[in-house]
């Protein structure tokens, strides 16, 4: 058994309050070192979220819950010798074969809709934790945009040159990174310029802080491995290829994306559309016309 799998159990007594002191601080100091257990966590405390906004609005009998409980291990194994074809055929099977069970009894409708939102529940869990730990990226991102306007998070790195940047960063993540290099556009006024980088942290790992400015604000570029960073929601726009995720708050707009095995957030105070927001890394490049509508 290794470390990982001694903790597993430390999860759900962590969500719990339920650790002791020194145990507390052996899953905290664990946690800090292992991006597996992190995300675990995250996991469990989506399913336990959601869980919590399904909860049932009445009490099923105790008789009830016992048939329930034998038949579905029935059930289960029925499944399990049978050659289903897919999960959602599986859940479509398990859902009727529920509310059948339900409705001769009491003819329930508010117990027999909870068991199908709960079953429903069970289909969409994956997805609600992808949107959980994309919706932690973007205000992680948020955060270090607005230490780095207030001062907090000044650049290690000052450059304008992508090569500079570049060299700079290299071997500081681990993740490999390339700004593109500029390109010379004919009649090309540059909108955004580079002005350096910084390193950052998100959920214990080194991740990249790239600065940009214009002649009225500050906008920063933040990079992170996909395997600890992940995009979803918002308005979906596609271009080149490409997946762009954009959100717009009351002081800010946050476009994630991800490319190449790494994940980008591009936070700034513009109100521009998500495509001209793209002009900050494309403007020197031989397609920057693409975005400027």
Not at 3 to 30: S, V
Not at 84 to 93: A, P
Request: hydrophobic share 40%; aromatic share 8%; with cysteine.
């Amino acid at each position: 058994m290794n470390q990982c799998d001694e903790h597993h159990a430390d999860i759900l007594l962590y969500l719990d309050n339920a650790l002791t002191r020194e145990k507390l601080e052996n899953f905290r100091a664990h946690l800090e070192v292992c991006c597996d257990c992190r995300e675990r966590l995250e996991e469990e405390r989506a399913l336990s979220s959601l869980l919590r906004e399904t909860r049932p609005l009445y009490v099923a009998p105790q008789a009830l819950l016992t048939r329930i409980a034998l038949a579905a291990t029935e059930q289960a194994a029925a499944i399990s010798r049978a050659s289903v074809r897919s999960r959602k055929t599986r859940m479509q099977h398990l859902t009727r074969w529920l509310l059948d069970l339900c409705q001769p009894a009491f003819r329930w409708k508010p117990l027999a809709a909870m068991i199908l939102a709960m079953v429903l529940g069970l289909v969409f869990i994956p997805d609600a934790v992808q949107r959980v730990r994309a919706t932690d990226y973007v205000e992680a991102a948020t955060r270090i945009h607005r230490s780095y306007l207030d001062g907090i998070l000044p650049l290690q790195c000052r450059a304008r040159s992508p090569d500079e940047i570049t060299t700079w960063l290299a071997g500081k993540t681990p993740f490999h990174f390339q700004l593109p290099a500029s390109q010379s556009v004919p009649n090309s006024k540059p909108v955004y310029w580079l002005t350096g980088a910084s390193l950052v942290s998100y959920k214990g790992s080194p991740a990249a802080l790239v600065g940009y400015e214009t002649p009225t604000e500050k906008i920063s570029l933040v990079i992170a491995s996909s395997r600890s960073a992940v995009v979803a929601g918002g308005q979906q726009v596609r271009s080149g290829g490409l997946s762009f995720h954009y959100r717009s708050g009351a002081n800010f707009q946050v476009i994630t994306w991800t490319n190449h095995g790494l994940t980008y957030a591009l936070v700034s105070s513009s109100t521009d559309s998500p495509q001209r927001s793209c002009l900050v890394c494309h403007q020197d490049m031989a397609d920057q016309n693409l975005f400027k509508h």
